[in-house]
């Protein structure tokens, strides 16, 4: 039985800000952010009735999240760039909501993560989700969800202590 549309919002509404947290940190971009959220949830309305019950909805959503970056990734690496207009930075009006959270050389530390390390920290960090739910989130096995984290959380520490030093 599908959910009715008063349902699913009251089952979505409480993760959306997880959910924008979590595709900020993945596309990096405050407005791509808000359309990946939008796709999300207009796929995770079209597909509500296959929701299995017994699953985190965060989690759920999150995979549903995720795919939709990746689609967007792969949309991006086939459309040419307009001459010009490849690497140069547009003004965006308005503050990013994310902004005081952090700091762009966090960013810069978090970029420098392996992806695959950095897409499990920012699922259970960002995201918010259990390391259960990040591990059924990308199909892996939750042992390999906490090495990724812990590693990823280790290699963080080192290049923070290593700009302590500069």
Known sequence: MALSRAD??????????ALYRLA?????????????VQE???SAWRSRDRFDCGRS??????????????????RKARTPYPAGEHGIEVPVDGVDPLASELTDEMQHALDSLPHDLRES????VVG????QEAADTLGIPLGTV??????????LRKYYLAEAKR
């Open 8 to 17: 699913f919002h009251g089952m979505v509404s409480g993760h959306a800000p």
């Open 24 to 36: 900020y940190r993945m596309v990096g971009d405050s407005h791509d952010a808000e359309d990946v």
């Open 40 to 42: 999300t949830l207009r």
């Open 57 to 74: 909805q965060r989690a759920w959503l999150a995979s549903i999240l995720r795919r939709r970056v990746i689609d967007g990734w792969r």
């Open 121 to 124: 920290l920012l699922l259970v």
């Open 128 to 131: 918010e989700l259990t390391h």
């Open 146 to 155: 906490l090495s990724r984290v812990s590693r990823a959380r280790g290699r």
